[in-house]
């Protein structure tokens, strides 16, 4: 199978966070089955739980923003503001033949952190933005 590993300029990459972060579950093996242990994944080598962060990146057609999760081992979790702007230090991109035969392929990212991009300010919600307006 043929894999790709690249690290991503994030200079001019305009990533866009959904508020949307999940901690990976740890999985075991028992006489039923795999199971999911009910415990977050700790990354062996640092100690910090595994998350996945929902990120639109420009990676469609034309650089239309499409949805990926990126996952991100850090001890540190943000609370990130829905459709508003972050950095991704560390970016990287695993690209790899499609599974099961399938045509394409299979792209996946993590980075080392995730945090709001320098200089933004975050967009107010339609709901704070009505109540303002009041």
Same mark, same amino acid.
Not at 43 to 47: K, L, P, S
Not at 77 to 82: D, F, K, Q, V, W
Not at 98 to 105: I, S, T
């Given at each position: 199978m043929f894999e790709f590993n690249a690290p991503i300029?994030?200079?001019q990459l305009q990533a866009i966070a959904t508020g949307h972060a999940q901690t990976m579950e740890r999985?075991? +093996?028992?006489?039923q089955g795999r199971r999911s242990s009910g415990q977050p994944l700790i990354?062996?080598?640092? =100690?910090a739980p595994v998350r996945i962060y929902?990120?639109?990146?420009?990676?469609?057609? +034309? =650089?239309? *923003?499409?949805? *990926? =999760? @990126?996952?991100?081992?850090s001890h540190e979790?943000?609370?990130?503001?829905?459709y508003t702007p972050v950095e991704l230090p560390g970016l990287w991109a695993k690209v790899r033949q499609?599974?099961?035969?399938?045509? =394409? @392929?299979d792209?996946?990212?993590?980075a080392d952190g995730i945090?709001?991009?320098?200089?933004?300010?975050p967009r107010p919600t339609r709901r704070q933005a009505e109540s303002e307006a009041a």
């Open positions: 300029d994030t200079n999985w075991e +093996d028992t006489p990354d062996e080598a640092t =100690g929902d990120v639109m990146l420009p990676t469609g057609r +034309d =650089g239309r *923003h499409e949805l *990926h =999760g @990126v996952r991100i081992t979790a943000p609370e990130l503001t829905p499609a599974r099961n035969g399938g045509k =394409g @392929v792209v996946s990212f993590s945090a709001p991009a320098t200089g933004s300010v």
